[in-house]
């Protein structure tokens, strides 16, 4: 995961803003996509009606919000934290706030300015066209995390490795945490060639090419299953030939890099002690030996 921010800092302010506008702040924009989860918000005096929302812009002077909140009352005097959003976000999006009673801190120079309307227009899908305040800013800022995605939603075809393991922004994060588990697979890229379709492949004896690499590539391992070709090799249409080769039982077992590695080596060592089925089964089917 990494950190999102949105919005001018939630300070202390020379000036104040008045209530019953919906005001878009311009100074920093999102640079994630993913989700607000908390808002700071410091009041010049009690707030009431709060609510926030985080806009897009549609064209012109037209601004869309994409996700809103109630937040309720403001104390006033110092930053207040409100946790346990969910505002989806997306990068270069603003944050809006809207209250119907109070004063919010604010500074009349030196931002980016925000933009401003009569009325409540924190309301998802909501579209109206604002006007700017230039050099302004009121005291908000949002915060958040970009998403977590388990590894069966990086590609459907990991399909259900059960989320065995929260990819943060690429699969580097998880190709970092399985090139070292005991050399049991050695992830020279990354684990990109796994999207091409471990879970999901039938047992019929399609992409045989890559069957034979992989069998070609067990050759030289010293015990247990590694792919010296590319993972590539096993992700084309290896997982469950006949339950010769139990891949995926060994692959979802290393990708969770579970404290007990000997689990998922288990795996590995009984597919090798299985290739001669596996041979068995090309011979029966005329597929002709590797070269």
């Known amino acids: 995961m990494a950190a999102i921010d949105v919005g001018p800092e939630a300070i202390d302010r020379a000036s104040s803003s008045t209530a019953g506008y919906t005001d878009i702040q311009l100074t920093n924009p999102a640079n994630l996509t ?4 908390s808002v700071e918000i410091w009041a010049s005096t009690n707030l009431t009606g709060c609510k926030v929302g985080i806009f897009y812009l549609v064209s012109g002077t037209t601004y869309k919000c994409r996700s809103a909140a109630t937040i309720g009352n403001v104390t006033a ?37 925000f933009l401003w ?17 230039s050099g302004d800013a009121l005291s908000i800022k949002g915060l958040g995390v970009t998403p977590v995605v388990a590894l069966s939603a990086v590609s459907a075809g990991v399909c259900s490795v059960s989320a065995a393991i929260a990819v943060a922004h690429s699969l580097s994060a998880v190709s ?9 697979l050695k992830v020279a890229h990354s684990l990109a060639a796994l999207s091409q379709g471990v879970c999901s492949v039938t047992a019929n004896l399609t992409n045989t090419k890559w069957l034979r690499a992989v069998i070609a590539g067990e050759a030289t391992v010293s015990g247990f299953l590694r792919v010296a070709r590319a993972l590539s090799a096993v992700s084309a249409g290896v997982a469950t030939v006949s339950g010769a080769i139990r891949v995926l039982r060994g692959l979802s077992a290393t990708i969770t890099c579970s404290s007990t590695v000997t689990a998922s080596l288990f795996h590995v060592r009984k597919a090798v002690r299985t290739l001669a089925a596996v041979r068995n089964l090309l011979a029966v089917r005329n597929i002709p030996p590797v070269r």
Do not use: P
Request: charged share 15%.
């Open 176 to 184: 970092a945490g399985v090139a070292s588990v005991s050399g049991a």
């Open 117 to 133: 309307r009569d009325g409540d227009h924190c309301v998802v899908n909501d579209s109206a066209s604002y006007t700017l305040l």
């Open 34 to 37: 993913g989700s607000i989860t």
């Open 77 to 113: 005097g110092s930053k207040q934290t409100f946790s346990g959003l969910s505002l989806a976000v997306v990068t270069g999006d603003f944050i809006g706030i809207y209250w119907v009673s109070g004063y919010m801190e604010a500074d009349t120079s030196g931002y980016d300015g």
